[in-house]
């Protein structure tokens, strides 16, 4: 989709992209680590993995941990993975890779399927760096902005295809998968989000509900990845972390001093038991 932008927008994001391989077998992206880079893929093809179940696919065109910005946010620094990102075989819905048996009146012959092995290409943005050049230049901000949409609708295409090509197993548990995927995704974009001022949420309000309205993201969804993020919902309104209470805070201490000091004596010899007392 990088097609739809003039040469100029593309040299300006070609110059501080770097291009990365990977070889069939290695790891991209592990589920739950930070990740401070975007990408694109321009060769082969990555599987996105969610607790090792495959959720979808990734294509030559198709971009990786966008995150928020097709509908806007510009947020820098790194976003928590909502799932790993493998480079897997060639998918092939004939044999999938697997042995091919022939028959014939006298034997029956096994022979090994013989398949490319997948190798994928991908630029490489750091994210910060990307948000500060789309924050100072609106026209190129614009421009990726239509191309990333294209890319999502792309996206949804794919995984329909996934259910027509047999690569989902499990429908029911493919589809549970990938909606845990998608809360795990959005609240990564709101822990981001926390990590600034209260002025600065509240600015990204209309970007925010953007993407919630893209991606469906209904108060039930909100107020789950807000409790990932360890906020309510009233608290995000508002900004900012109601501060416990002291006395609740000492009563926990108090708990904790008393259980440690009750685990010490119980497994203390009696010599021992004998000096602290």
């Known amino acids: 989709h990088l097609s739809v932008l003039d040469s100029v927008d593309f040299y300006k994001l070609i110059c501080i992209a770097k291009e990365e391989t990977y070889e069939e077998g290695e790891v991209v992206m592990i589920q739950g680590t930070a990740n401070p880079k975007v990408r694109i893929v321009i060769e082969g093809e990555l599987e996105v993995l969610r607790d090792g ?6 294509e030559k065109g198709n971009f990786v941990s966008e995150s928020g910005l097709h509908s806007g946010l510009l947020l820098s620094g790194s976003m928590e993975a909502c799932g790993s990102i493998v480079v897997g075989p060639p998918f092939d819905p004939l044999s999938s890779g697997e042995k091919k048996e022939k028959h014939d009146d006298k034997s029956t012959t096994t022979v090994q399927t013989n398949r490319r092995r997948n190798k994928v290409r991908v630029l490489t943005w750091d994210r910060t760096e990307l ?19 294209w890319d999502i609708v792309r996206k949804l295409k794919t995984q329909r295809h996934m259910l027509v090509e047999g690569r989902v197993k499990d429908p029911k548990s493919w589809t549970k998968k990938r ?20 002025e600065e949420v509240q600015a990204m309000s209309e970007e925010l509900n953007k993407y919630r309205l893209i991606h469906h993201i209904d108060d039930s969804d909100h107020e789950r990845a807000l409790a990932k993020c360890g906020w309510t919902k009233e608290e995000f ?3 900012r972390q109601e501060k416990r209470d002291e006395f609740e805070d000492d009563e926990d201490m108090e708990e904790i001093e008393s259980f440690r000091w009750r685990k010490m004596t119980r497994f203390s010899s009696k010599v021992v038991r004998t000096l602290l007392q």
């Open 179 to 198: 909606e845990d995927q998608g809360i795990s995704r959005y609240a990564a974009i709101l822990q981001n989000m926390l990590r600034h001022l209260p």
């Open 237 to 239: 309104r508002l900004g």
């Open 131 to 149: 948000v500060q050049l789309l924050e100072t230049d609106k026209g190129l901000c614009n421009s990726l902005k239509a191309c990333l949409s």
């Open 53 to 58: 179940t495959l959720t979808y696919v990734l």
